[in-house]
């Protein structure tokens, strides 16, 4: 009975949450197209493994039940016939079908390969630093204002002469600019939040002190590198795993489809304390991200 209870705990112990699960067995809950196509594909894969592999060991055990040796040579050697050497039939069959396996299963591949390299126009970047070990984020597109002060922020009903002035959509009567031209982009380091620290409810080992924040259905660009040593930003819900390389700037396309708290690791060994380098993404719907924009651009938190 305990036996047939741990097969059936790790055969059943499946999880559908955006976070690691003791004993995970399968996928995290996919959010993005991209990792609805791995799993997609994956299981498409399962449908040629699992009778291959069944064909293979049940071919396996007739050949040493045939040929094995059992106390009697001339026993042995009853269902062995020594004039035979090859079947050009036979050697096509097992040519052929395992090129139309092949076949069956290259053109859905080729078809994720490509959806994962496609770029679409993004309406956001994300630029993401590895470091040890911790990341450091940057919103080019978001800004934040250092020192409030009328140059660098009007209240006024029609926009400023100077063309570095950009509006800030507040969904009020008053539109409010601020001055580009002095405003930073904004930035800031993730560090992961220690044990002693973390509040009920919190993962271990997976929470930051600083959550990257992005807006839901919105096609965005991940810019990755290095600042010192190889690292890997990877989510597994996003069916996300990008090298950071010093000097080398990787890219890729993100388009999460619900919002939610995502959780992923740095997956490539950066040194000692390369298991505690986590990332957490949280994803919100676009007016609440244009909230948390504004508030960033006047230095507050929303």
């Known amino acids: 009975m305990k036996i047939l209870l741990f097969i059936g705990f790790f055969l059943f112990n499946f999880t559908f949450m955006d976070a690691p699960n003791f004993w ?5 809950d996919p959010s993005t197209p991209i990792m609805e196509g791995i799993i997609d594909f994956h299981n498409h ?3 040629f493994i699992v009778p291959v592999t069944i064909f293979v060991f049940w071919l396996l055990y007739r050949c040493l039940s045939f040929y094995s040796y059992q106390g009697d ?3 042995s050697l009853t269902d062995y016939d020594e004039y035979f050497t090859h079947s050009t039939v036979l050697e096509v069959v097992w040519t052929i079908i395992p090129a139309f396996i092949l076949m069956l299963i290259a053109v859905p591949s080729f078809a994720l390969l490509y959806s994962m390299e496609e770029s679409i126009q993004p309406s956001l970047t994300l630029k993401v630093v590895g470091h040890q070990w911790y990341w450091s ?3 080019p597109e978001v800004h934040q204002i250092e020192e409030l002060s009328p140059e660098s922020l009007k209240v006024s009903d029609l926009p400023p002469a100077e063309a570095y002035y950009k509006k800030v959509n507040l969904g009020s009567s008053k539109q409010i600019y601020y001055n580009a031209a002095t405003a930073e982009h904004l930035g800031f380091d993730s560090y992961m939040i220690a044990e002693e ?5 919190s993962l271990r080992l997976l929470e930051v002190d600083r959550r990257v924040v992005l807006p839901e259905k919105t096609h965005i660009r991940i810019l990755v590198t290095a600042a010192d040593v190889l690292h890997s930003w990877a989510v597994p819900s996003f069916g996300i795993k990008v090298d950071a390389c010093p000097g080398r700037l990787n890219q890729t396309s993100l388009f999460v489809k619900r919002k939610g708290v995502y959780f992923g690791q740095c997956s490539e060994i950066c040194g000692v304390n ?3 380098m986590p990332i957490v993404v949280k994803v919100v719907s676009k007016y609440d991200f244009k909230l948390w924009q504004v508030g960033k651009l006047m230095s507050f938190d929303v």
């Open 274 to 276: 390369h298991g505690f």
């Open 45 to 47: 894969l399962m449908v």
């Open 197 to 201: 620290d973390l509040t009920k409810g």
């Open 137 to 139: 984020y940057e919103y």
């Open 73 to 75: 040579v001339r026993k």
């Open 24 to 28: 995970q067995l399968g996928f995290q």
